[in-house]
C-alpha cells in the first residue's frame, strides 16, 4: 500500500478495532475541543489496544501546555497541530511532529512555514478551510500543485465514494478522515470505516502503478 490511511476522532475500544482490522495505517485521538475529543485516561487505555506498526497520533489545534503535558505521558508516535503553535520545537526527542495547515490562497507560503517548522522534515497535513472534522472538500488542484514538489497528508471532506478520485488527483502521501466514517458527529461506523480504507487502498496501489509506468516509461 502506496499511501497511509489514518482514521482519526476514535474515542472506543469498537472504532479503534474496525480501524484496526480494516488496516488503517495510523489512529487518531482529538484532545482539541471537538465533538470527538477525548481524555488523556481514556486515550491511554486505548492506546494499549493499537498494535505494533500502527502510527499512533495525538491531534491539537494548538496545544495547552498543561494537557501536552499530560498526552506527552503516553505512547504517541506522532503530534499534530496547527503551524500556529509556536511551541514545537519543545517536544521530548523521539517524539514526531506533523503540523496541519488549511487550504486556502496562501497554502503554498502557509505549507513552507510548516515544513520550516518540523525538527525532521516529514509530510504536512492539509485540511479544508476553518480546519477538520467539518466535512468541507478542499481545493484539490491547489493541494495537487503543492503535493506535486512535497509531502501532503490529505485531509477535509473524504469518505469512500471520493478518496479514491482524490488520491488520483492530488496524490497525497496519506488520507487522513474524521466524519467521512462516521454516522452523526463523533459516532464512528466501523461499515464506513472499512469501505473507506478498502477504497483508500485500492487507489493508492493504482496510484502507486501509475507512477512507476510514468517512470518506466
Known amino acids: ?5 489514518k482514521i482519526c476522532g476514535l474515542k472506543d475500544s469498537r472504532s479503534l478495532a474496525a480501524a484496526v482490522d480494516a488496516g488503517a495505517t495510523a489512529v487518531g485521538f482529538v484532545f482539541a475541543k471537538s465533538p470527538r475529543q477525548i481524555a488523556p485516561t481514556d486515550a491511554a ?9 500502527v502510527t499512533k497520533v495525538a491531534v491539537f489545534r494548538v496545544p495547552d501546555p498543561a494537557l501536552l503535558s499530560q498526552v506527552l505521558e503516553l505512547d504517541f508516535d506522532l503530534i499534530q497541530a496547527s503551524v500556529d503553535w509556536l511551541d514545537s520545537n519543545s517536544l521530548p526527542r523521539g517524539t514526531g511532529f506533523m503540523p496541519s495547515v488549511a487550504d486556502g490562497e496562501q497554502l503554498l507560503p502557509r505549507f513552507l512555514e510548516a515544513m520550516s517548522a518540523q525538527a525532521i522534515p516529514g509530510p504536512v497535513h492539509v485540511d479544508a478551510p476553518g480546519g477538520g472534522g467539518l466535512g468541507i472538500l478542499p481545493d484539490h488542484r491547489r493541494i495537487a500543485a503543492v503535493a506535486w514538489r512535497y509531502p501532503v497528508v490529505l485531509a477535509g471532506g473524504l469518505t469512500a465514494d471520493n478518496v479514491a478520485a482524490a488520491i488520483h488527483s492530488v496524490r497525497p502521501v496519506g488520507v487522513d478522515v474524521s466524519s467521512g466514517v462516521e454516522l452523526s458527529r463523533g459516532n464512528k461506523d466501523p461499515g464506513l470505516i472499512a469501505d473507506f480504507v478498502s477504497a483508500a487502498r485500492e487507489a493508492g496501489i493504482e496510484a502507486q502503478a501509475r507512477r512507476d509506468a510514468e517512470v518506466a516509461g
Open 45 to 53: 487505555s486505548l492506546l494499549r489496544e493499537v498494535p505494533p506498526g
Open 1 to 5: 500500500m502506496s499511501v497511509a490511511i
